[in-house]
């Protein structure tokens, strides 16, 4: 019987030690567990799932195209064409007729110019072309019969010849010639005519022929 309480005793006993001492236990283990933790962390931690999502989000934000114009409603455009430069032909500019002779002189004598100057003036003129001067009126040295030609413009005279043959000297011309025999210089042809075996045309006049002067 006494055996019997004993052992009950020390059951009780046991039993109420165990809960006494019970509690320290989780402590102990809570601590011993601390340590771990972190080593079951990171042992769980799967780090080629953040490697995959890594890529993804440091990657370029993929850009969306436009849409492209349709190309019923695009823009024409016209072709380039070079521009080649037209060439305007130079203008055809036409000879300045002849100034009428007596007009050059008769111009001249209004503005009181001396004979001298109208006769550089007249001569200048018929070698550049400017005027044209008909052969009756080239004397000899092949000058222009100015003298004979104020003359006529001036004051014509109304002389009827007296003789029947002519001497020609310098500065004379086949018109002034006629002039002085008849008053006229168109009369040149008459005195032309009668001396044809002797000249051949109104400028070949020379120096001492001698001239028929036919009767009109």
Not at 51 to 76: D, F, W
Not at 111 to 126: F, K, R, T
Not at 154 to 164: H, I, K, L, M, Y
């Amino acid at each position: 019987m006494i055996r019997v309480f004993l052992i009950v005793a020390a059951f009780f006993a046991v039993t109420i030690a165990l809960i006494l001492v019970q509690p320290s236990k989780p402590r102990r283990s809570a601590d011993l567990a601390l340590p771990g933790a972190s080593d079951v962390t990171r042992a769980d931690t799967d780090l080629s799932s953040l490697a995959t999502i890594a890529p993804e989000q440091a990657g370029p934000e993929a850009v969306t195209p436009a849409p492209e114009t349709p190309r019923s409603l695009r823009p024409k455009v016209a072709p380039l064409r070079a521009e080649v430069p037209q060439i305007t032909a130079a203008p055809v500019i036409a000879p300045a007729p002849p100034t009428d002779l007596e007009a050059l002189i008769i111009r001249a004598l209004r503005q009181g110019q001396s004979e001298s100057y109208i006769h550089a003036l007249v001569n200048d003129a018929a070698k550049k072309g400017k005027v044209e001067v008909p052969k009756s009126l080239v004397t000899a040295e092949g000058q222009v019969d100015t003298a004979l030609l104020m003359a006529t413009l001036s004051d014509p005279a109304n002389v009827t010849p007296e003789a029947q043959t002519y001497i020609v000297s310098p500065g004379d011309s086949l018109a002034s010639i006629a002039y002085r025999f008849y008053g006229r210089t168109d009369r040149q042809a008459d005195i032309l005519n009668a001396n044809r075996e002797t000249l051949a045309d109104a400028d070949k006049l020379s120096v001492g022929q001698v001239l028929t002067i036919p009767n009109l």
